[in-house]
């Protein structure tokens, strides 16, 4: 039991590091922690609940108040933190998160139009 715990614990730190390594490359932190990554993570999420226009708006906004500790049903306290770290990461919301950020980080990189390629003379 002990080594699927330990596994656990080690996947979880390796996708943090994966997902800091990309906060990192955007430029906007230096040294991101995992609690970097999950403000970023509530950025992206809070930006798709602001858009009325956006598929997944609703699925992101039962997100943010479920993390934010608002939702009605919460997760018991009494369940170990591993178990519900655990689940997530194997759920549909898990799956649906990483759709978000990936939509979100795809909207914040320029158009082809956007992009100008010149020296930079008088």
């Known amino acids: 039991m002990q080594a699927v715990e ?4 080690l ?3 390796a996708v943090m590091r994966g997902a800091a390594k990309v906060l990192e490359g955007s430029g906007e932190w230096d040294k991101p922690s ?3 990554v999950i403000e970023a993570i509530g950025e992206a999420v809070m930006t798709k609940a ?4 956006d598929a997944k708006q609703i699925d992101a906004a039962r ?3 479920a993390e934010g500790g608002y939702a009605e049903n919460q997760p018991s306290s009494s369940v170990p933190a591993s178990n519900i770290a655990a689940s997530a990461f194997g759920s549909e919301l898990a799956r649906q998160f990483a759709q ?5 980080l795809k909207a914040q990189q320029p158009a082809a139009g956007e992009i100008i390629d010149a020296d930079a003379s008088s």
């Open 11 to 13: 996947k979880r730190e």
């Open 6 to 9: 330990r596994r656990l614990e």
């Open 63 to 65: 997100y943010i108040t």
């Open 34 to 36: 995992d609690l970097d």
């Open 50 to 53: 602001l858009n009325p226009k």
């Open 100 to 104: 978000i950020v990936s939509d979100v």
